[in-house]
């Protein structure tokens, strides 16, 4: 071990011990464990919770993607669709056969799913990311203990557990949460590599990144943090830069997280025609967007918008503090997950088409900032108030910080346990039309604020007499202002047309009355909001329904 190694590793114990001592008795090491198993079951509970949202019915976008194919695998392994890697359907595609073996359907999986619009199937799947969702919380506190002290990590994986955001992705089938459990771990080992560079962590770093990369697209951006932290300890080596570039170990690290992404998701190279045309399909969203003036995008929409809406503001203060912190204080690995921050934003805002829910990539990485940022100052109290006082005083504000994340979760998961508007209008059209039969809609190419209808056409909203000469007796609409985008209603000729000539007949509206306006990511066809939430009586848009005179 070279002088700067061993110098590093006095400077990391020094650390640890300080760390050590300013914690309180119960802080010992089975009390931590203890705090992080129930952060772990808490984070589960709060993921778990409302998880049959909309079942059978399916409102979360993109979950169609993932378990459809997930079902299809058995004798043909190509998934022919690359807009998103398939890691995480080969494990939905897991997690239902082995269920439904173990229910009694060891031969022909997909007979277990078949019934009630293969509502079991999306159930287990969502249960999957949940279990990904809850695994996250430890796996923080595993990627920074060795690397920021057990405090810095306990804080940064409560932050984990309750941030509504993180909540809300771990309870469907897509590749949010998984994709972030494999990130924290592959951060972890890039710190690895930014305090010690053994060989092993740059394999895992690899390994992880590769897994990261292959169940979301944009989790690449992980490889910044594993170079950077490779950067870091050569030069703390004073290593010139031909050693640097030369050394085995990045190369190790990138060439496994090249062979496992292939591993994983091998058909992204197998079907390159598949990938190309996905590709150039998608970049177009990416590089103009879909038209809907309700969204937006670069720096102004990521602090503004994104990060206050998904966080809240005071949580969004402390990530953004907690990465001036680690600017102005850096040590071992913290500029490395610097770099992955910047270069997840930078992603981010260089898009068209961007989601909340991205966010979800840079977060693991702001959460052991924010944790490490607030251990910094719990030690700083601890010099000049105590330890014990100083430890109450950071648990206690921690804990006010994360209240209204906490009220929020329970909030929502209240708010997805009831009966979607959209469910409720499916039964009552198909009350009120027999199988076979059609309803007129206003606005029928956007479907994501419709019932989802099987036995009942859907047409166009045109002259009501020539709609009932077609045998059509009902209208719907489906409006909500902030995702007018999806759900925009009638059009003021159209509102006229049916005032006049159709007797409204059901109105589903679930907005409370007086109440503020919800606030939803609107690029995201998804009713349920991230603020305001109880300013909803039930997820989904307004519904109306009109007879024909």
């Known amino acids: 071990m070279s002088a700067g190694v061993e110098n590093l590793a ?12 300013v914690e309180p008795q119960a802080a010992r090491p089975i009390a931590r464990l203890a705090v992080l198993a129930a952060l772990t079951l808490v984070a589960g509970w709060l993921r778990f919770s409302s998880i049959g949202f909309g ?29 998103y890697p398939a890691a995480q359907m080969y494990v939905q595609h897991a997690a239902l056969k082995y269920y439904a073996a173990l229910i009694g359907y060891p031969h022909n999986f997909r007979a277990a799913y078949a019934a009630d619009g293969q509502r079991l199937a999306f159930l287990v799947a969502r249960c999957v990311s949940a279990v990904f969702g809850a695994a996250a919380v430890p796996a923080v506190y595993f990627a920074g203990a060795p690397a920021f002290g057990s405090g810095a990590a306990l804080a940064a994986a409560a932050i984990t557990a309750f941030v509504t955001l993180a909540v809300r992705e771990s309870k469907y089938a897509t590749t949010d949460a998984a994709t972030v459990f494999w990130l924290t771990i592959a951060l972890a080992m890039a710190l690895r590599i930014a305090r010690r560079g053994r060989s092993v962590d740059y394999l895992a770093a690899g ?7 292959a169940s979301k697209y944009p989790a690449g951006a992980v490889l910044v943090a594993v170079v950077a932290a490779h950067l870091g300890i050569c030069r703390r080596e004073r290593r010139p830069w031909r050693q640097t570039l030369g050394d085995p170990g990045i190369h190790l690290a990138l060439g496994t997280a090249a062979v496992v992404f292939f591993c ?9 025609a598949q990938t190309v045309n996905d590709y150039t399909y998608q ?6 967007g879909v038209g809907n003036t309700l969204a937006d995008y670069g720096w102004s929409w990521l602090m503004l918008r994104a990060m206050p809406d998904s966080f809240g503001v005071a949580l969004q203060v402390l990530l953004l503090a907690a990465m001036g912190w680690a600017l102005a204080r850096p040590r071992p690995g913290t500029l490395s997950l610097l770099a992955f921050v910047a270069a997840a934003f930078i992603g ?39 330890k014990r006082p100083a430890s109450a005083l950071a648990a206690a504000g921690l804990a006010l910080l994360l209240t209204p994340c906490f009220i929020r979760d329970l909030q929502l998961n209240r708010l997805l346990a009831q009966t979607d508007t959209r469910t409720i209008a499916r039964e009552w059209i198909e009350a009120h039309i027999p199988p076979g039969g059609a309803i007129a809609s206003t606005d029928p190419t956007t479907p ?11 047409m166009p909203f045109t002259n009501p007499a020539i709609l009932k000469r077609e045998g059509v007796e009902y209208v719907m609409s489906d409006s909500m202002p902030p995702l007018a985008f999806y759900s925009r209603g009638p059009t003021p000729a159209e509102q006229v047309l049916l005032d006049s000539q159709a007797m409204l007949v059901l109105d589903l509206n679930p907005l409370r009355p ?24 039930r997820p989904g848009p307004r519904i109306r329904i009109w007879k024909l005179k």
């Open 10 to 21: 006095a400077e990391e114990i020094t650390g640890g011990e300080m760390a050590e001592a």
């Open 283 to 288: 970049r177009g969203f990416l590089l103009y």
């Open 348 to 386: 981010l805002t260089r898009s068209h088409y961007v989601f909340y829910r991205y966010l979800m990539i840079p977060w693991p990485a702001m959460a052991l900032l924010a944790g490490l940022m607030l251990s910094d100052l719990t030690q700083y109290a601890a010099r000049r108030i105590g």
């Open 448 to 458: 994501y604020g419709k019932p989802q209808l099987y036995s009942v056409r859907v």
């Open 264 to 272: 994983a998701t091998p058909y992204v190279i197998l079907d390159w």
């Open 55 to 83: 079942l059978p019915d399916k409102f979360r976008p993109d979950e169609e993607y993932m378990v459809s194919r997930a079902l299809g695998f058995e004798s043909d392994w190509n998934p022919h669709f690359a807009l």
């Open 514 to 537: 007086g109440a503020p306006a919800p606030v939803f990511d609107a690029a995201d066809a998804f009713y349920a909001p991230l603020r305001h939430i109880t300013s909803m009586l």
């Open 207 to 213: 390994l992880f990144s590769g897994l990261a990369t």
